[in-house]
């Protein structure tokens, strides 16, 4: 008789001494990292290479806050396409809703700052639905078109000076006069800073709540099957509205911050390329998921600034012509960059945890 050993018990993961420990502490690791980030201003430890002063330094802060407010955008930009299946070429419009709905109410209106910020987010959200409403009406690449037809509109009047209002291809800098002290000057950048981070961490727990929800699972099966939500008896319509509306909230809320933290207003938020830039942040950082759109932002804004000052430096003009003109160029090292981490991690960097573990 022939004898065949059995295969040998699975240990199930939450009985895994080591997996029940990591279990227990993953929950509180968010709350750690938002620590981390609260009491970095007070660090002056410095990174050469990776930030060229000090952390604590206003330079450094500044990037820290740009990078923290597209990790907020591509978060609020990936309830769209990454839980809904919602493929937006205009989400920068409601960004560039709130940068220059501030802008013009501050420096035009003489508004303040928190009245003007109200105006501008309830703006802004309006705006969305509105749009939203008519572009809905349509699915598929007619939807991604249309909502890139409404952001094409949006630029051209901003490059136009419409009305006098935005400064044309010029820009409008703020007129930092009415705002508080506490967040004029280079010496308050980490009043901008904390600011940042509450405008990021708004989004996530924002993001996060809603699909946990009842209404998020009913988003995350109009990504998977729209026609089995209709045969439900529920409205995809509706609920498409409900996340295009919150998502061009969240957005113009992201460009009351960013208007603070640069200092006025500029026409290149309101080109189509802001909007592509955002769906390479969600798709670098794993759509979809809870953290990979907010490391998919910091890490492409991160690396668009450095990038920009590599590019200039001599240790890429000391380079033969063939190495110097692409490296010089952001922009194609950005998309070196992201056809590279596509190619390797197609589920984006949070894909890395679950390999790194096996």
Known sequence: ????????????????????RWHRVRPFLP????????????????????????????????ILAICLIFGGLAAGYDLLFGRTGMLSFGHALYFAAGVYGTDILVTRAGLPLWQAALLT???????????????????????????????????????????????????????VSGLPAGLVGVTNTVNLYWLALAYLTLVVFVVHRVSGSP???VLAGLRDDERRIGVLGLDPYRYKLVAFTLAGGLASAGGVVYVLIVGGASPHITSSELTLSLLVMVVLGGPGTRWGPVLGGVLYMYLDHRLTAFGTSDAVDNLPAVLSRPLSQPLFVLGTVFILAVYFFPGGLTSLAPRLSH
């Open 1 to 20: 008789m022939t004898v065949i050993d059995a295969p040998r018990a699975q240990v199930p993961d939450e009985l895994s001494p080591q997996r029940g």
């Open 121 to 175: 987010i309830t703006g802004g959200t309006i705006l969305a639905a509105l749009l939203g409403a008519v572009a809905l009406r349509t699915v598929g690449i007619a939807f991604a078109m249309v909502t890139l037809a409404f952001a094409q509109v949006g630029a051209i009047l901003v490059a136009r000076d419409f009305g006098g209002l935005t400064g044309g291809e010029e820009g409008l800098p703020l007129d």
């Open 215 to 217: 209404t998020g699972r």
């Open 31 to 62: 709350l750690v990292a938002l620590v981390v980030l609260v009491i970095l201003p007070y660090s002056t430890i410095s990174l050469p290479g990776i930030f060229e002063g000090p952390v604590n330094s206003p330079g450094t802060l500044q």
